[in-house]
């Protein structure tokens, strides 16, 4: 087969989309998919100090340690078996039924261990959707893995916003508006890259308290790869851009930017608080987490350090930037299947505790946390914990897991369904030890009347006792958090950049985040270290880029700058803690923080690196030719 191809013209960059002269989709009369229009234009004309800026949030790609990879098996019943590597089995199982027509009980969707997602697998790619086809057209089971050139140019990318942003205020450092008029690259198929805008205006003034403030935006398809959820979906995009201005605006009435900050931030006793734009934040302290950034580092002494730099006229100069930040995490509250049975041990010795969860981990460490919960509530052993996931055989219903919103809404039913357990066996153990339900209490697993554990019975004796009596210790939360929360930070960069050639170093990042409550640790600091990377790499390394013709230039890592250990700095970590008091465990995300508190944090390291020569902005990632041409640009005016 020989086939001919007529070569059309393709839309690449958003401004050939909004000149509408070439139209992917003919039938919609315009590349526009989405428009969000300003409630009405901002008034700067009271302002003392008014300053702009266009600013580009580039496309990156989300490429997780493990690419997309699905496998089918039709069994003789003419059930399907779908195994999938994303981030929830219940939404595949419901678009497979949808697409081969087949009623629930008919498929079996699988997500078992996987290697990352980052927000890009939330969706169900057309690829994966074939995979059952093949399988009923060969009669045995197929499997799909893509190649990582696969992953990247098939896999949705994240971010791809251009934004023009004005700031407005008064020379005491008072910001009082702010305006962001946005055109978001949707990609070749407007998913949710199309509504990414929405959550940009949702987090639009950040940290501070802002009188005057509103967007606009223009979501345009293009010839590209689809934009898709990624680490902060959003919120990375209105954090980048207000931690910008807020520098421009310091640097325009030459304040230090640490000190605007503070200026203009929310109030403590505030809360709940809700923005000019409708949102409302449940909790938080911004200025105590700004006061333990500055703590945690001399941030006078890095000043000095720099200053000296630059009387010096050194090669290397020193960069500092800061930001801090806000986000919202299950953003839409609701709730996750919870649920937990605690049996006979197949050993015949001790309990066995199954834990059902409607989350999907997919590196979080869900299965630890949430028998952590449980071990705590019931004083069972953790190795008697059996957490299961991932099985639409086994679990009755389940979401996507993304949007930080799964310690908050799973967890939280978790903890509610082994409480239900305890009460259960508690009114159990009080017949057997013939008290007063009240007075009976577990401790290390034990059961017995408070203040007397001389007479107690174990979790065994309670276990069999309920067998005796048919009694079945079951429990499933029932909780629906009412919307979101919103977990902050404050993050500090500090840079090395060789002025001869443009290249700048990571010298230190510490970070402050406010989680909420912290339910276990050494997880909560993997999901910061992990975020604080991709931010870093995003503000320095990573942008997919594409020739005038449509062709991917960085499809592979030997092209894209992905970042490894090598770039990075030791991290340095401070946990501060204000609650939400929207669930029961208090808790707010953890996962999307870092890319959304250092990102702007690094890139401003890099501009005040260079901004004595006279640079005002450097766009994303930083690179040394972008660092180089703008110290030169700025050296011929």
């Known amino acids: 087969v020989i086939v001919s191809y007529d070569v059309l013209p393709g839309v690449i960059t958003v401004a050939q989309a909004l000149t509408d002269e070439v139209l992917l989709f003919p039938g919609h009369g315009s590349n526009v998919c989405m428009s969000i229009p300003a409630a009405a234009p901002v008034d700067f004309s009271e302002c003392e100090v008014v300053v702009t800026a266009n600013i580009v949030n580039q496309r990156v790609a989300p490429s997780p340690l493990e690419g997309r990879v699905s496998a089918s098996r039709w069994e003789d019943d003419g059930r399907l078996t779908h195994w999938h590597s994303g981030q929830g089995a219940h939404p595949v199982q419901e678009r497979l039924c949808e697409w081969?027509?087949?009623d629930p009980a008919m498929v079996r969707v699988i997500t078992p261990d996987v290697?990352?997602?980052f927000g890009a697998k939330a969706s169900v790619y057309p690829e994966e959707t074939l995979v059952p086809w093949l399988a009923r057209a060969v009669g045995r089971p197929v499997r799909y893995t893509e190649t990582r050139s696969e992953s990247m140019n098939g896999l949705g990318h994240g971010r791809a916003q251009t934004q023009k942003l004005t700031i407005g205020g008064s020379r005491d450092g008072r910001v009082t508006a702010y305006q962001l008029d946005v055109v978001q690259d949707a990609g070749a198929f407007p998913r949710i890259g199309a509504i990414l805008p929405f959550m940009t205006r949702m987090m639009l003034t950040g940290v501070y308290d802002i009188a005057a403030a509103e967007l606009s935006s223009t979501a345009v398809v293009t010839n590209t790869v689809p934009i898709v959820a990624y680490r902060g979906a959003g919120r990375p995009e209105a954090a980048a851009a207000i931690e910008r201005a807020m520098d421009l605006f310091?640097?325009?009435i030459g304040m230090d930017p640490v000190e605007v900050r503070r200026r203009n931030l929310i109030a403590a006793d505030r809360f709940p608080f809700t923005t000019v734009t409708g949102t409302t934040y449940d909790s938080g302290d911004y200025e105590g987490g700004l006061d333990k950034l500055l703590a945690a580092v001399d941030y006078a002494a890095l000043r000095a350090e720099q200053q000296q730099r630059r009387d010096r006229g050194d090669v290397v100069q020193l960069g500092i930037g800061v930001s801090v930040y806000v986000e919202v995490t299950a953003m839409s509250g609701g709730g996750e299947l919870g649920q937990v049975e605690v049996t006979p041990s197949l050993t015949g010795d001790g309990v066995s505790v199954r834990v059902v969860t409607g989350t999907?981990?997919?590196?979080?460490?869900?299965r630890t946390t949430w028998a952590m919960l449980v071990a705590d509530t019931l004083g069972v052993p953790m190795d008697s914990i059996m957490?299961?996931?991932?099985?639409t055989d086994l679990v009755a219903r389940g979401s996507v897991t993304g949007g930080s919103r799964s310690v908050q809404l799973g967890g939280t039913n978790v903890a509610r369904a082994a409480t239900l357990v305890a009460d259960q066996a508690r009114s159990v153990a009080a017949r057997l030890l013939e008290a007063d339900v009240a007075d009976v209490v577990i401790t290390d697993g034990v059961f017995h009347v408070a203040g007397a554990p001389a007479i107690s019975r174990t979790w065994t004796e309670i276990v069999a006792a309920a067998h005796t009596s048919s009694l079945t210790l079951f429990g499933e939360g029932d909780f629906e958090q009412a919307g979101g929360s919103f977990p902050s930070?404050?993050?500090?960069?500090?840079?090395?950049l060789d002025t001869e050639t443009g290249r700048a170093v990571l010298r230190q990042l510490v970070a402050v985040d406010d989680a909420g409550k912290i339910i276990n640790p050494l997880l909560a600091e993997g999901q910061i270290?992990?975020?604080l990377a991709q931010g870093v790499a995003q503000a320095l390394f990573e942008e997919f880029v594409y020739d005038a013709d449509g062709n991917p230039l960085t499809s592979n890592f030997a092209d894209y700058g992905i970042v490894s250990a090598a770039e990075l700095p030791s991290f340095q970590t401070v946990h501060a803690?204000?609650?939400s008091p929207l669930n029961d465990l208090g808790a707010k995300g953890i996962g999307e923080s870092g890319t959304i508190g250092a990102t702007p944090a690094v890139q401003s390291a890099v501009v005040d690196a260079v901004a004595h020569l006279g640079v005002r902005h450097i766009d994303m990632p930083c690179t040394a030719q972008r660092v180089w041409t703008a110290m030169q640009a700025a050296a011929a005016n």
Request: hydrophobic residues 30%.
């Open 100 to 102: 081969y027509s087949l």
């Open 115 to 117: 290697g990352g997602g």
């Open 250 to 252: 310091a640097a325009e």
């Open 360 to 366: 999907t981990p997919y590196g979080q460490g869900h």
């Open 387 to 391: 957490v299961i996931h991932g099985d």
């Open 489 to 496: 930070g404050a993050h500090l960069a500090v840079v090395e």
């Open 529 to 531: 270290h992990g975020g």
């Open 577 to 579: 803690e204000t609650p």
